[in-house]
């Protein structure tokens, strides 16, 4: 379809991407939802989805929609900063349907095939991959997921070498590429177990707090970019500064997992000094984000996306900041790791960081992969009431988490309060557990309310947008 609004015909591949992200977030929820149920009705399910396999869904399902949402973020914002098409749109459908089809069926595998005999199955005794928490992926599908990702670097790379370098690229670019290559560390399964979690938390930390905080940073200063009208070199210093902050804080800050492995004494204090300064980008971030809003050049039609952006910054830093520092330092997370406050830190901080950083692309992106220059009216509002919603049910899941922390760990971590068992205490988390699973009925409503805006206002007359010292050329709405 040609597409007369989009600067660059290839920027279409993008569409395909972030409707696969959004359908996987919508299961992801779902199946967030079952293990809610599963918290309070132990039986609920089983057996025919069991809590580890709903919970292995959930959380699959999370990183791979995620990964759908950047690949479309890139291929939407290269071709746009290198001021040149993508280098092989073909390519990119091609990862597109190898990618979802791989990702359905290790689903369906999880769902419908026994987990030990999947390993058996898939080759495990071969290469030993499997049974860590959210690298559980056969080893097919971790070989899938290499060969798609070094296609797809391929192709971005290739479109930014043969046309403009910005910081926003490279940015991302670097992101991406670490992303890659720190996964590569899920093929390395030693037998010695402080080795093992070491070699896990270089994927599952150094994605998470370090090279994705690239993407989130390079995502955030393209919306803020098209959406104020600001100075390029004036968010490219805020970028710049923003991710050495966060490289420096996040790479070493992965030594507040090596507390209690069985590594060196000295992982707490490095651990705990740097995860503690941690906060510091993402504090950053959201003076950058309103800054940037303040300092704007043009009002933008498309307030929704301006919203999603400013939101992201805020709450990543409660998410990822604030409550990632309230159980950050060893004297601290000795009474409370693996209780349901990393459960709270852990909801809010992808939330906040990672679900409203690609909702924003998508929210700014989508109207134009449509065919419009602008989502209507009538949608953004349905936008705007998706967001609120989400947010405010994610508060609810979170302090109620948070509350449920707190009381897990009077009753079953501190020695003068008795020491109950595991069972007797989650008995007594109950109240906090049905808060938990109405915050997540209320964020499903919200979700449903934002897919709903792709269905609303397609008669309603197109915005005209103000570019840099042009107006951009407005096309009658229609259908995708």
Known sequence: MTNTVLKYKSQSVAKLYFIAALALFTGQIVFGLSLGLQYLI???LFPYIPFNVARMVHTNLLIVWLLFGFMGSAYYLIPEEAETELHSPKLAIALFWIFLIAGAATIVGYLTVPYAKLAEL??????????????EQPLPTKIGIVVVALAFLYNISMTVLKGRKTSISLVLLLGLWGLAVLFLFSFVNPHNLVRDKMYWWFVVHLWVEGVWELILGA????VLIKTTGVDREVIDKWLYVIIAFSLMTGILGTGHHFFFIGTPGYWQWIGSVFSALEPIPFFMMTVFAFNMVQRRRREHPNQAAVLWAV??????????GLWGFIHTLSPVNYYTHGTQITAAHGHLAFYGAYVLVVISMISYAMPSLRGRMV???IAQTYEMWSFWLMTISMGVMVLALTGAGVLQVWLQRLPESGAMGFMATQDQLAFFYWLRLAGGVGFLIGLITYLTSFFVGANEPDAVVEGNGATARAVPARRA
């Open 375 to 377: 989502a209507p009216k």
């Open 219 to 222: 995502l955030l200063a393209f």
């Open 311 to 320: 939101g992201t910054s805020v709450m990543a830093f409660l998410g990822a």
């Open 122 to 135: 898939t080759g495990n005794d071969l290469i030993m991959t499997m049974g860590r928490e959210f690298l």
């Open 42 to 44: 132990g039986d609920f």
